[in-house]
């Protein structure tokens, strides 16, 4: 009878130890993998809305860097950080919502980004040029050696094909979740930032019209700053003159896409300035707070853009901060990770 007894205190025991190592909530850290068979008591994981592209965006921004870190000069030091900052975010993002790292970790696909959109040069988006790779992928074999050193401007010309392709492909990341909305687009809106830094032309985006209420606001905004950047070339000379003429072609060239859609504010027949304009100091300080403004103006209204357009909304999105955000590094401004974002 003892014996007994013994034996069903035995299975008790580990009739409980089972049940707790497989319940949720002891925290036992049980990873939960998509293709694992299905085990009762065991709740799967939903994936992601878009996960694959989310994943191959992660890897491709981790590429980007390292391809980055291959060009001398300021820009390529300062794309190769950023793009890192992109990755951290994205990565602890992902991770926090239950996406494998492994996943994360792998080296980018064959295709390079979310899409495969392939750039003018053939290079695929977000893929690491062929001189650079990310540096936990890094093989012997892929460094080049001292008397093979890479051709900065090959360097650059892969790099701007490949921002320049993610750029194009943004539209692949429309059905990310409505958190995930704003962040996505600000990205992609630094991709055709550094496209168009790196090549000397914005990259081709499509280019259909969008409208509604946040796109009439941005015309608003838009033509304000227009004619803030009218007051800047007056007040300059030489250089910062033409440097001036440039931006204030691209906001007039901005304020033509976005009123392509049937968007018009109501006209305004001027606005006070922030401050007295009287020299050339005074301009470049206008400029670089307007175009700093119209900057975060355009990162509130990316979400309702996406929401509201899909793909379309985020392409615009795209090449409408990533415009504003050429102009404010032109005047020295820091480029952003995620331009018009907090």
Avoid: K, N
């Amino acid at each position: 009878m003892a014996q007994r007894d013994g034996g069903v205190g035995r299975r008790v025991v580990l009739t409980a130890a089972v049940v707790a190592a497989i319940s949720p909530a002891t925290g036992c850290g049980i990873r939960l993998e998509d293709d694992a068979p299905r085990v009762p008591l065991v709740p799967t994981r939903t994936p992601l809305a878009a996960e694959d592209a989310l994943v191959a965006l992660t890897r491709d921004c981790l590429a980007l860097a390292s391809a980055a870190e291959g060009l001398p000069g300021e820009l390529g030091a300062e794309l190769a950080a950023l793009h890192r900052r992109q990755h951290t975010v994205l990565r602890t993002t992902l991770v926090r919502r239950q996406v494998p790292p492994a996943d994360l970790d792998a080296g980018p696909s064959p295709t390079g980004s979310a899409s495969g959109t392939p750039s003018g040069s053939g290079t695929p988006a977000g893929s690491a040029t062929p001189t650079a790779s990310p540096s936990s992928e890094r093989s012997p074999s892929a460094a080049p050696s001292p008397s093979s050193s890479p051709d900065p401007q090959e360097t650059r010309t892969a790099l701007a094909a490949a921002e320049a392709a993610a750029a194009a492909a943004a539209g692949t990341l429309a059905g990310v979740d409505a958190d995930l909305r704003a962040t996505v687009a600000a990205l992609h809106a630094q991709r055709y930032a550094a496209a168009t830094l790196l090549a000397g032309r914005p990259p081709d985006v499509p280019a259909d019209p969008v409208t509604g209420e946040a796109v009439v606001g941005l015309v608003a905004r838009t033509e304000a700053a227009t004619w803030f950047l009218e007051v800047v070339v007056a007040r300059s000379a030489g250089a910062q003159r033409q440097r001036a003429d440039v931006s204030l072609a691209a906001l007039r060239a901005l304020r033509g896409d976005l009123v392509a859609g049937g968007s018009r504010a109501e006209a305004a027949i001027g606005h006070p300035l922030p401050f007295p304009v009287a020299t050339a100091a005074d301009a470049a300080r206008l400029a670089r707070e307007v175009l700093t403004t119209l900057r975060t103006d355009l990162g509130a209204v990316l979400d309702p853009l996406v929401s509201a357009h899909g793909a379309l909304g985020l392409a615009a999105a795209t090449r409408w901060l990533g415009t504003v955000e050429v102009e404010a590094h032109r005047w020295g401004v820091d480029l952003a990770p995620f331009p018009g974002l907090a």
